[in-house]
């Protein structure tokens, strides 16, 4: 499919529609304001971080970007859930566009159908990351070092997954054979802005705290994360997804049943980028993969989908070839389960429900 963003913006108006449609739906339901719907998990801890800083040690497992546009929006009377919102609207509008140009609208249609999309409309990181992180990406192919380096350190800034675009990034530049040896070192040396931003946050940590793996440190206090086998990871996850291990919680075993999936696929677009050659690719997806199911058990890895962009990229072309009456039904009942999936998550999601 060639682009076309008239596709691109239809597509995402409605899925931001029928998201906030839903986010409707679960405050009649539950009783609960805009602001409440809008605000549960991670975006407690974000305001929180703009709000007082670092003074509790477990929100240091949160990066600084987010939580500084919430702070500079607040001086001029925003509300912090509210500013979560809008710039992730803003983020995920920019993430689309940069994806149409490294593929075309297919890609940038799929990652907008994600069934995990309602993290891309409250005040969370995987918006402004993947905007970021995929305009450098882009930037990178087309030989815009420099800008892509600028994109690199707004990306640390908001997550770990910064020294992951690096590492990957780093790869690209190293294996870009139209330029020479010294002009792809050059090129890699714009990295350094990413580095730089990693590296001032965690040196703020450590004069706060005294240690250079507060973050890590942070993330084994509030989310039980330390190093294992990934067979180990599964071995503990497996247990969760079983409904007589969440009395009364139904949507728990199904969260930690498609943590388990996301793992899955992960993996597979690791063997397809390997398959392909695609070193730089290969490198962005095992370094996001590999820690995340790595972590003692399965958390957070649907929303790490989101970021890996080659995936979309290879659906994107597979669904662009010609195809029989028959798969196109098939692909349009896989629509709309996705569609139902994309409600469901955003219903709990806004209702207070489990949704990671």
């Not at 990351?129 to 070092?145: D, K």
């Not at 714009?190 to 931003?197: E, F, I, Q, S």
Request: proline residues 4%; aromatic residues 14%; glycine residues 8%.
């Amino acid at each position: 499919m060639r682009s076309n963003p008239r596709l691109v913006a239809f597509v995402w108006l409605a899925t931001r529609a029928l998201m906030f449609g839903v986010v409707v739906l679960a405050c009649q339901r539950n009783s609960l304001s805009l602001e409440q719907a809008l605000s549960h998990w991670d975006v407690q801890h974000f305001m929180t971080v703009a709000k007082t800083g670092y003074e509790n040690p477990v929100e240091m497992a949160f990066f600084p970007g987010l939580p500084i546009v919430m702070r500079a929006l607040s001086l001029v009377n925003v509300p912090m859930w509210l500013t979560g919102v809008g710039f992730a609207l803003v983020c995920s509008a920019l993430a689309v566009v940069a994806l149409d140009r490294m593929y075309d609208s297919a890609a940038a249609c799929l990652w907008l159908l994600a069934p995990m999309s309602v993290f891309t409309i409250v005040g969370y990181t995987e918006a402004p990351f993947v905007a970021t992180a995929f305009w450098a990406w882009e930037r990178a192919r087309s030989g815009r070092w420099a800008q892509a380096g600028i994109f690199v350190a707004l990306a640390c800034s908001l997550r770990i997954s910064g020294l992951f675009l690096i590492a990957g990034l780093g790869i690209l530049a190293l294996t870009q054979t139209e330029y020479w040896f010294k002009d792809r070192i050059k090129n890699a040396a714009w990295l350094l802005l990413g580095a730089g931003v990693l590296g001032g946050f965690a040196t703020y940590l450590h004069s706060k705290t005294g240690s250079w793996s507060a973050w890590y440190n942070a993330q084994n206090a509030g989310w039980h994360r330390e190093l294992s086998w990934p067979w180990e990871a599964l071995q503990r996850t497996i247990p969760m997804t079983s409904a007589g291990y969440w009395p009364g919680r139904p949507e728990v075993p199904v969260m930690f049943t498609l943590e388990i999936v996301a793992v899955a696929i992960g993996y597979l677009v690791l063997l397809v980028c390997l398959f392909r050659r695609r070193w730089g690719e290969a490198t962005f997806v095992a370094a996001n993969v590999v820690p995340l199911s790595s972590s003692g058990w399965f958390m957070s890895v649907t929303r790490a989908v989101l970021l890996l962009f080659p995936l979309y990229g290879w659906l994107g072309g597979f669904g662009g070839r010609r195809s029989s009456f028959f798969v196109r039904a098939v692909l349009g009942l896989i629509l709309i389960g996705d569609l139902v999936l994309m409600g469901w998550w955003t219903y709990c999601f806004a209702s207070g429900a489990w949704a990671c």
